[in-house]
């Protein structure tokens, strides 16, 4: 007996990737990674909620004045305070009327050797790198719940959550819970519409990054890429943008490489 199945049954996804009145909030949002998701999001139509933290207040105003004020706006946020937090979402509700994506993309990291990391080194990574998403993902989750839309989180990871790296202890063990936690929400929240991904990027050439893998430990890391060379800001930008789309409205619980094949070895 054969089975007869319409060819012509599409989901809808919209190739433009359009995200036009959209309300993302992004954290971290004047660093490296943040900023060209920021572009790319403005780009589609969405509106942002910029967090960033208090010692960046003197780059608010500069960064500010290169977005339109009527669909971004800026919230001082210490994202590892829950409070804080929450009052900031709320405002974030207030002033856009709801919010559609959450993009953890505030981070830190040191390089220290494993025997060397102090309590307050190793809790600081903690608290930045898994804690913080988790108080935001919470805050925005319920919301998301709360209004019976669904909506889109998505984690920046790395690379180190997956494959061990030198001098990375703290940063990869924070990471790897982000990566675990991701797939418990996306388990909890994706049968009531909310998607919860991570991507997790190689050697991102931001600020941070370039100086931390700058001169011959560079050139060693590159050189066991496969792709020979470290990621630029717009390719990370390119996948939140992707995962902020209904193009991905299949995926739930994914972590999405963008190492250049590191991981692969």
Not at 45 to 59: L, N
Not at 203 to 220: F, H, I, N, S, Y
Request: aromatic fraction near 8%; glycine fraction near 10%.
């Amino acid at each position: 007996m054969s089975t007869s199945y319409d060819m012509s049954l599409k989901y809808g996804v919209d190739f433009n990737f359009t995200i036009e009145g959209k309300v993302v909030v992004v954290t971290g949002g004047l660093g490296g990674i943040a900023t060209a998701a920021n572009e790319a999001l403005l780009s589609k139509g969405a509106k942002i909620a910029i967090f960033y933290p208090d010692f960046e207040k003197d780059r608010v105003d500069e960064a500010m004045g290169r977005y339109p004020s009527d669909r971004v706006r800026a919230w001082c946020c210490d994202v590892t305070k829950e409070d804080q937090v929450d009052a900031c979402i709320d405002e974030v509700i207030q002033h856009f009327g709801t919010i559609d994506v959450l993009v953890n993309a505030a981070g830190t990291i040191t390089l220290t050797p494993a025997e060397e990391i102090s309590l307050i080194e190793w809790q600081r990574q903690v608290d930045v790198n898994f804690t913080a998403p988790f108080l935001c993902s919470k805050a925005v989750g319920r919301h998301m719940l709360t209004r019976g839309k669904g909506g889109k989180i998505i984690n920046i990871a790395s690379q180190a959550a997956t494959v061990a790296i030198d001098q990375h202890c703290a940063y990869t063990s924070a990471k790897a819970g982000l990566l675990g936690m991701t797939k418990s929400l996306a388990k909890e929240w994706g049968p009531r519409g909310i998607n919860v991904n991570s991507i997790s990027p190689t050697v991102v050439l931001t600020p941070m990054g370039a100086a931390a893998w700058e001169g011959e430990k560079g050139e060693r890391m590159k050189s066991m890429i496969p792709m020979g060379r470290f990621a630029y800001t717009d390719e990370i930008a390119a996948s939140i943008l992707f995962l902020a789309s209904n193009g991905s409205d299949m995926i739930n619980g994914a972590d999405l490489m963008i190492d250049g094949g590191y991981t692969i070895w």
